[in-house]
DNA sequence: CATGAATGAGGCTTCATTCAT
DNA sequence: AATGAATGAAGCCTCATTCAT
């Protein structure tokens, strides 16, 4: 890696290393993506990571354990893109409507992020504590619901099972568009996201 | 099938393999669900089912084979208990909210097929042909939102978007509902049904 | 089977009887020899013979057993092929020659004999017993040559050494022949046996 | 390879390496010819060659890839042993008779190769893609013969039958003697080659 | 006699993980 | 830190054989 001398003065022993734990991480979440969790053995991992089996080992302690932080990893990121919470002076719907974009452009996107959140949803290889260790990447989300509901914007209803819907709905518009079996149109986006807003507000 | 009850007791040799292959889909179904595909052996399939191993594959050709066929099951399941139409002499709210409900209430009390459709809503090991096999189950409830749609009650919207935004739903408040995170009163249920009502009504 | 009704008068029964066993061999030496042992399954037998798998067990004991038996047939069978000795007015060399075209003939059209025999001449399957009670099928031919040795017109040498290796000769060119990598013509049998004489006889 | 002996002692790594290819195939080879392929499970083969039975596979990609090296290996073992052709300056036949011997001697000394090559010769397990690739170690043996043709020494037979021919009679004397059917003594030796020889030569 | 569902030992192969270098 | 050969438990599946009908 003799190209990375513009990089900024830091230790460059640690960026290697940094670089070594990336691949992993990246090649992890493409493989696993396209080919599920069972059918990605630690081999193929490390040959498409460009190193040693054994390198694996040195970042993370087991299978299960790359899984977990790649998790946390994902989770974090799509938080970041989910934080950029526009300006407080534009109307609360307007705000609701770009956080509700914000989320739907980064998954679409981020196809394997995404493919990834459905697959270890559900799996048992995330457990619970993974889950709620990354729940603090929605706080924003959540604290805008809750602002909603107090300002009497927005339903009486747990600012959680809110969200929750609402994630439900973005990725269920998702998952069509990728499966392909529907063509979404910026329309069908638009109404959904009317949708989603009648169904929380106050009407 | 509710005309099942006074068929004469027939050839109980068709019982007994009858009862086995049952054996073996009920177990699969439980085990999957509580431990995923990865981590279900068949010999533990087999012990747990009462048969021996080799005797799995006299009803399934393979492991993936087998959870293609319990996937048909459990959704030609589902599709049934979504069949029940209300009377059609009910508004057609009311038809809505019941339609919402069979669903719901099915997978309430079927939390193993609950987990392993959304399991298998992702895996690979499911492939897209079964999806599209299984679909005709839920051709009623197309349809009813179509007639809906063109009544001029509903939203102009893809018949298959809405019923895939409503299953979301359901299953957002039932995954929160079992994972234990959010208690769900009636209130709540009743909430979101309106939620999804007013998400697609014509407003 | 209903139109066997104009076989001679014997025991239909045993009739019946003996037609299963023959599919079986049958079967099993097409299966054999195309598959090879470990390739070919009990249960594929029974299927093309049109038998159920229990009851190849009536006939035969085992799988071992039932290849023991048709080896028995087929060397008995190509022993009678042999058998049909020239009449003895030719000359020596007249009833070499025609023994040594039965044989080739025989094989020649019984491709499955004599793949057959090629595989358990060298298989462990076939035990040294097995090949000596088949060996006495092959007396006329020794006898034969002890004759031709004995007149002073063939070499002095041990009759089963001279059978061997005529039989290896045969058994060569027909090797040749089916795996297609030469073309055989009349002359080059016919080369072949005149240095098969030249081989034995005195010179 | 007689040029290996003043090679350094170099990397003992691969050395080791390659000692445990050589131990795996060794053991196949041996395990194969006394109980044959369906008998000789893939464990007992790493348990006998001391190794884990996960490594063959480092070293082989399947059983039957074993196979096809193991049989390549041969192959070009006894090619070798062939290839010491005698001195120019001999007789035809004197170089005839010791390539005869060569071959005889050979096999007589290496039973295991022996008994395989016949176990292997009509396995469906060798493909011919595998045969093909192995028939250049006999160019020396098939130039011989035809520069023999071609000088009038030897009659007109394609070299490929009459290799085939007198490779034939080799085996079916060594097949005897290991048999131990018949007590094979060199004067019986001498009458076979001699035998072959008059096979082949113009009368 | 015949059937064929059922058995379960055992075969081939994979793969997460270790460890000597 | 990095390597990758080696490990061996465990997985999926096959198949000769049995036995209740």
Redesign the pocket.
Known sequence: MPNKRNTPPRDPQLQ??QD?RKAILDTTLRLITSQGY?????????REA??????????F??????MSQLYAEVKARMGAALAEDPSHEMSYKMRFWIFWRNMYNYLKHNENDFWFLELFAVSPIIKAEDVRASARHYQSVIDFLAFGIQKGILREMSPNLMAALIDGQIKTIIRLEIAGHETITDKMIADVIQGSWDMVRIN
């Open positions: 290697a290393v070594k069972h059918a990605t053995p630690m081999s193929q991992i490390a460009g190193v040693a089996a054994g390198t694996i080992y040195h970042y302690p087991s299978k299960e354990d790359l």
